[in-house]
């Protein structure tokens, strides 16, 4: 049988098990969010262009 100590351990680890799993289910909706903002993805394909760029000359020094 679980004595009090138990039992409120086991408690405790419920529920911060909970309020990580939540964090991370939230996190997660904010980045969704964030990667679907029209302003995000000009920017990004910005940067991928960019990156591209930088790539095609820096192996045409080497």
């Known amino acids: 049988m679980m004595t009090t100590d ?3 351990r086991r ?10 799993d939540r ?3 939230e996190t997660e ?3 969704s969010a964030l990667l679907s903002d029209p302003g ?3 920017a990004r394909e910005r940067v991928e ?3 591209k ?3 095609v000359e820096l ?4």
């Open 6 to 8: 138990d039992e409120e």
């Open 11 to 20: 408690m405790r680890e419920t529920v911060r098990r909970h309020a990580r």
């Open 23 to 25: 964090a991370f289910t």
């Open 29 to 31: 909706d904010v980045i």
């Open 40 to 42: 995000v993805q000009t």
């Open 49 to 51: 262009a960019a990156e």
């Open 53 to 55: 760029e930088l790539g």
């Open 59 to 62: 192996r045409a020094r080497l």
